[in-house]
């Protein structure tokens, strides 16, 4: 055999035995890091059981980098369901269910991971219903976000509460993302209520699924009855124009209370909300049709009237401004800004003749006609005076009315009735 054949020949055996050498070191090597790995992780499930919770935590920290280093599956979901376990019992949920989600379809840990992820589930709300107790409210929304996460069917409840706290606690921007989840899965959070009637008292009272069951077969229980809670839905998108309108987003309100308003075209709440959108929109002639089509929901409403009597005076409509204000007045005597409104509106004819009187000359023919206007001033004062008067008389520290009327009397010649005012003027001055 030629010389370098023999070479060749040679080399190669040595690599393959080298090889050979090297993989046995190396299973040797993986057998024993697999021995250790599972060492360590029995270890820490030995602490867990038994109940030593920080002592578990702090060996898997301690041996993180061994465990995770685990090319066994088996071990590294056993692991990631032991850091599940402790992360619940130290209230770090988020952790709890990051590690549990990713061991929740494994086989062999299904069921064990099912469990825990209800524990999970009542751990979270537990603590937000004690955060919201605590008015932590952002801590508290945040958590039902989480608990809704787990299980966004049957956890679809704690998303309305997340959004609810979200709100108490006025970051609006998270309310909003909260409600528009709601809005897009069109939740209505409609509850069934059950209601029986004792036959001994003859007093009703609401039960529980179960018991209505039990007591639908007894004879100590008559009317039985289920009762079906409102619709939150239209709430929710009321909410949502709310809040894009206290962030300043007027159109997206505007296009929100729509919505709200055809899931629930009666509700007055919304009607109000449309029209307040666009009283700070500067729509006024909208906002007016808006305030009368909810009078037509609440035709007792003096407040409704008394904000048509302002917004028909900025239109230019005075006849129609007097006659709410004197509407608002009619139904809610003791609306005292009606009654100021009122007398104010009065008063803007005054300026129109003190403007004429001034433009006169002293010929005899203006002489005339001052006289006219000055009659006509006086009649504007005059006709005032019984509405501040019926103010006072339910009001008598209402200083806006008692400088009014004081100024009035002083300026037809009343002497008595300035100096009655005057003197009530110093008394709550004082």
Same mark, same amino acid.
């Given at each position: @055999? ?33 021995? %250790? ?23 898997? $920290? ?28 130290? *209230? ?6 990051? =590690?549990?989600? #990713? ?5 062999? #840990? ?10 999970? &589930? ?21 958590? #039902? ?6 299980? =966004? ?27 528009? #989840? ?10 069934? $209520?059950?209601?029986? &009637? *004792? ?32 619709? $939150? ?17 007027? *159109? ?40 009368? *089509? ?40 003791? @609306? ?28 005899? %023919? ?48 009343? =002497? ?6 005057? %003197? ?7």
């Amino acid at each position: @055999m030629p010389l370098m054949a023999r070479i060749l020949n040679k080399s190669t055996h040595i690599n393959i035995q080298t090889m050979k050498q090297l993989f046995t070191l190396f299973l040797g090597l993986v057998l024993t890091m697999g021995s %250790a790995q599972k060492k360590e992780l029995k270890q820490a499930q030995k602490l867990f059981k038994a109940s030593k919770i920080s002592e578990a935590s702090a060996s898997l $920290k301690a041996n993180q980098a061994l465990i995770e280093s685990a090319n066994d599956e088996k071990i590294s979901d056993q692991y990631r369901l032991l850091l599940g376990q402790i992360a619940r019992l130290e *209230e770090n949920y988020q952790a709890s269910y990051d =590690n549990l989600l #990713l061991v929740q379809t494994t086989a062999s #840990l299904k069921d064990l991971a099912a469990t825990e992820l209800r524990l999970l &589930t009542s751990d979270i709300v537990n603590t937000a219903i004690k955060q919201s107790e605590e008015k932590e409210f952002i801590l508290s929304a945040k958590n #039902l976000f989480l608990a809704y996460t787990i299980d =966004n069917l049957a956890n679809v409840d704690y998303l309305y509460y997340a959004a609810t706290n979200a709100v108490n606690a006025n970051d609006y921007p998270l309310a909003l993302e909260y409600y528009l #989840l709601l809005k897009e899965i069109k939740y209505e959070g409609v509850v069934t $209520k059950y209601f029986v &009637t *004792e036959v001994a008292t003859g007093e009703e009272r609401e039960v529980s699924n179960t018991e209505y069951t039990i007591f639908l077969k007894s004879k100590d229980y008559t009317n039985h009855r289920e009762e079906d809670t409102a619709s $939150k839905y239209p709430e929710i998108v009321k909410n949502i124009a709310l809040i894009y309108n206290s962030l300043g987003q007027k *159109e997206k309100a505007i296009t929100a209370v729509q919505d709200a308003r055809k899931a629930n075209p009666g509700d007055i709440g919304l009607i109000l909300t449309e029209a307040n959108i666009y009283i700070e929109l500067d729509e006024k002639e909208r906002y007016q049709d808006l305030i009368i *089509e909810a009078l037509a929901q609440d035709p007792n409403n003096a407040t409704l009237y008394f904000n048509l009597g302002v917004v028909s005076g900025d239109l230019g409509d005075k006849v129609k401004s007097r006659e709410f204000y004197q509407k608002a007045i009619e139904l809610d005597a003791t @609306m005292s800004n009606a009654y100021l409104n009122l007398v104010a509106l009065i008063l803007q004819d005054e300026a129109v003749i003190v403007e004429q009187m001034n433009s006169l000359t002293n010929s005899r %023919a203006d002489n005339v006609k001052y006289d006219k206007l000055k009659k006509q001033r006086e009649g504007i004062y005059i006709e005032c005076v019984p509405i501040l008067k019926d103010l006072i008389a339910l009001d008598d520290s209402n200083l806006d009315a008692i400088k009014t009327l004081k100024n009035i009397y002083g300026t037809i010649g009343d =002497n008595d009735g300035f100096k009655a005012m005057k %003197a009530l003027e110093e008394k709550y001055q004082q």
